[in-house]
């Protein structure tokens, strides 16, 4: 069983950045995948952002709303995936929540395991 825990949500204001921390805390995740997503109420899992552990450098993915402005990364001595959001945008405003699997990136359903979620609001 692997457990994941997200951190560095917070209230931001428009333009402002926030770094979001997703670490194993339980258990050793070598899914072939990590990935970032969001939710807002009453919507589906968006896709956000997913490292491909392919080689040590990993193949970044970002859905078109966010590239350019967040940055998906990680410490394997930590153990851990971080995504830096630059530039927030009110319409950021979700929960965050990462994931693990070994599917396909950008589908939600193909993750095995998720954080427990983290609230980004951006508001003035």
């Known amino acids: 069983q692997v457990e994941l825990v997200e951190s560095g949500g917070g209230l931001v204001q428009p333009g402002e950045s926030l770094r979001l921390s997703c670490a194993v805390s339980r258990g050793s995740s070598r899914h072939y995948v990590r990935g970032w997503f969001r939710q807002t109420p009453g919507k589906e899992r968006e896709f956000v952002a997913a490292l491909i552990f392919v080689t040590t450098e990993g193949s970044p993915f970002y859905a078109d709303s966010v590239k350019g402005r967040f940055t998906i990364s990680r410490d394997d001595d930590q153990n851990t995936v971080y995504l830096q959001m630059n530039n927030l945008k009110p319409e950021d405003t979700a929960v965050y929540y990462c994931?693990?699997?070994?599917?396909?990136?950008?589908?939600?359903?193909?993750?095995?395991?998720w954080g427990q979620g983290t609230q980004v609001t951006v508001s003035s």
């Open positions: 994931g693990a699997g070994d599917g396909n990136y950008h589908r939600p359903n193909e993750y095995d395991y």
